[in-house]
Every structure is written in C-alpha cells, then in structure tokens.
C-alpha cells in the first residue's frame, strides 16, 4: 500500500484533508433523480408508439450542488498550465494570456454561427484575413488554408495540396521520405494518404544530412517530411540544400512546423525553400490545448501549391469558398472541414500576435530558446544531455544514460517528478534516443520558476545515484493515484457502466 493510501485509509471519509475522494457520477447519482423541478406533463398519447422505451434510462441524477462539486473535485485532479510547470517537450504548454480569452469572447466572434450569411460577419472575415497576411508574412509563403483543426490536419491538408499538384502535372509518385526522429503524425498522414513511408536516418549528431536524402530521392518520392526544428530541439542546419535536392529530383518539401515557435522571427521557411508547412496556432501562439482540446493547424503554401489550397481561401481581399468559384490556374483540391475552422483559435491567435508585435514575437523565440538552453547547461553535469555539442533550439533533450545502474528507468523519474509537483517531461520521445527525456520550458516561465524546476530535478538526479531508489521506484506517492496501466486503459477501454449487482440479487 502506498503512502497516500495509508493516509486517506486512516480518515473515516478516505479524503485527504481538502483534497476529496470523488466516485463516479453513476456510484453518486441516483435514478430519476434531477437537480431541475418540472412539472409531470399534461397527460397525453405518446406519438413515439411501440418505439417508446420501456425501461429507465438509468442517467444519474444529482442535485446542482451535487453536480457542481463532482466536476469541480475531478478538475482539480487534472493538472494544468495554470497550476505549474508543464515542460511536456514538443508540445508547447506555454501560458495563455487572459487577454486572448476576453478577445475570443467578445460577442461579435465568440457568438457568431457558421451558418451566419457572410455580409453580417464582416469583423471576423476581416480578422481571419488580417491572420492570413501575419502567417504568410511570418513564413514567406503564398497561400494560407486557415482551416486544418489541428497540426495533424494541416499535416492531411498539406500533403493533399501536394498530392494534386503531382497529379495536375500527370505523375504518380509513390514514396513520401520521413526521418526517423519525425513527430508520428509525419508518417501517419503519408500513410493515410496510401503513401509508401520510407526512413532516413539521422547523423550522430541528431541532424539529417542532405547525402542521406540524396540517397533515398527518385523519381518515385512525392515529398519529405522535415520538421524544423526536429524533435531532438535540434535546427537542421542542412534544410535549404535538402530542399534544393528535393525541388530538382521533383519533389516537395513539406515542413512541419510544429516548432514554429522557436524561430519566428528568425526564419521565414519559405525562404529556405519550403513548399507546405503547418502551423500550430494552439502551440506556437498560446491558446488552451491538451486534453484532446481544441487546436487549429492553418496550413502555408509556397507559390508553386498556392493553386492547391483547399477551400475556403482568400483570393486577395476575396473569400472563395466553393470549388465551384475557383478562377483560372486554381485547382483547390476540395474542402476539408465543415465552414471556416476554429473562430475561437483565431482570435486567441491574433491578439497575442498583436500584443507582442514582430519585435515581441521574436522575443517570445529568443526566449523560448534562451529558456531550454539555461536548462541544458544547468543539469550538464548531473544528467546526460543527448546532443551536447550543438545547441538546443526550444526544447533540450536528455537521455537515460545518467541512470545506468541504478536500477531507476525514465518512467520511474519522470513519476519522482510528479511528487515534486511538476508534471513530467516527454518520456521515450523521441524514439532515436534510449529512455528519451525531451524538457521545453517556453519562454513564459519566469526565471524564478524555472531554478526552482531546475533544484528538484537536480535533487532527483543526485538521489539516483546516491541509490535513494525507492523515491522512484515507488512514485508517485503522493498522487491521488499511483501508477495506471495506461496500455491496458488504450486497449482495453471500458467505455461504459454497470452497476454492481445489489448484495441480495448476486446472492440468489
Ligand atoms: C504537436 C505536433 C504535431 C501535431 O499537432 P496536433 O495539433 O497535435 O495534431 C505534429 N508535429 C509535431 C512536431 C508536433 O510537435
């Protein structure tokens, strides 16, 4: 038994002081229970007839006090950007400021319907295109499809606009080129798209050389898909020749650009020859995410798949929504959501584009970058750096060799770490480095909070090898829960409920 159930096994209630035990809806809630008074309807002839169910529908029912409190205990079980720390590398949880929200709720965006003719919301067009000319202008490229609903589907979006480009020009090309460190979106989306998925691997250093793709290039490869800077935290310092070689085999260069973030400002990646990209509004421009929340993934295009974008896109001032409306030389290869994307995402976007201004969103990379290395040079001599002789972008790498013989995996430190009160780290990501620890701080940590980060993994490092193994072994000890078998909860998920049997019934 672990400690924090020793504890909560001595109080009468299992709570832990403030913090409280919370069941299911379904263990508290009762049938037929509701928290609203209506009135029995009048009687009347259902006109649902034979169709109309015979038996509970076996909903929990719970007063408003009850119902408030259930969900207000499980939210504060759920750790969040706005109680700490949240260094989960390539995922940029960096703080969302509040102004962003009171923009996204001013009632000309936040209650407008998609529905809405196009002449009554001429506010929200004018912002969608105000966002169109700063990502365009921030990467160098042509055309923007602001609608992909996560990076991910930027991802679909980009590689689709290249697919009908290679088509447009009557070839078929097979084989889409992903470097072994690529984020799994990379190789999902090519696949997804009946593309043969081919590695490279990476130098020793972390950095894909040009030889490497040199090597792979045919006339069968439609793309590469690069990310820059890679998921090691690492700029790719070949990209611009790699993307020569690509252009002249034929081919096109997809970026992602996920980790926008560390080099806005710095590079416009159409000027290093990228042809599609997409951009995570909800990593690179704050914005809430996590937790499957909402994402938006606009999606950049060079001149030569600007005809490709899919609708709706803005031709100048002009939205073209239909393929229908698409002028000679564009060739929009469909739709790809319902209406125009992710309003919320947008506003969120623009003010914080608009606050910082290019001078400020350079810093937000500079600082960004700043914030990862003083992490990397503060934990050198206590943990292993992955890739110590380049320097880290965004985000620092670290491996598991500093634990070699102690008997004390990834895992286990990463959950030592929760018990210090920070949410861990990406573990085992990315996959070319043994027992990956991949730390971004961004660059909204203050340097106060980011020493302090700093003394407790320091802390933890020296307890490792001082052989203090049960401080790992055993964590977290003083969560509410203690290790879930997360693959079992993947494969096995139980998605619904059922009620215990009542004593009495099970006995018979
Ligand atoms: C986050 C991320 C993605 C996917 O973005 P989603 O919005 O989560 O779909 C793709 N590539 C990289 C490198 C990322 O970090």
Redesign the pocket.
Known sequence: MGENEMAASKTFTGNQALRIQEPLIFEVGHNGQTGVDVPEPAAHTSRLGALGRKTPIDLPGLTEPETMRHYVRLSRQNYAIDLGLYPLG??TMKHNPRLNEKMARLPGFGDIHPLQPLSTVPGALELMKTLSSWLLKMTDMKAVALSPK????G?LAGMMAIRAAIAAKGETRGTVLVPESA?G??PATAAALGYKVEGIKARADGTVSVEAVKEKLGPHVAAIML?NPN?CGLFEPEAAAIADAIHEAGAYFYG?G??FNAIVGKVKPGSIGVDAMHI?L??TFSTPHGGGGP?S?PVVLSERLAPFAPVPFFRGDELVERVEDAAGGEMPFGRLTAFHGQMGMYVRAMAYMMSHGSDGLKQASEDAVLSANYIKASLADLMSVAFPDRPAMHEVLFDDRFLKDTGITTLDFAKAMIDEGFHPMTMYFPLVVPGAMLIEPTESESLASLDIFIAALRDLAMAAKRGDTERFTEAPRYAPRRRLDETKGARKPVLTYEAPQPVLDAAE
């Open positions: 390539s995922c996560a990076g991910a589907q991802e984020h979106t990379n990310t998921t992602d996920a980790n995570n909800h990593k994402g993934g």
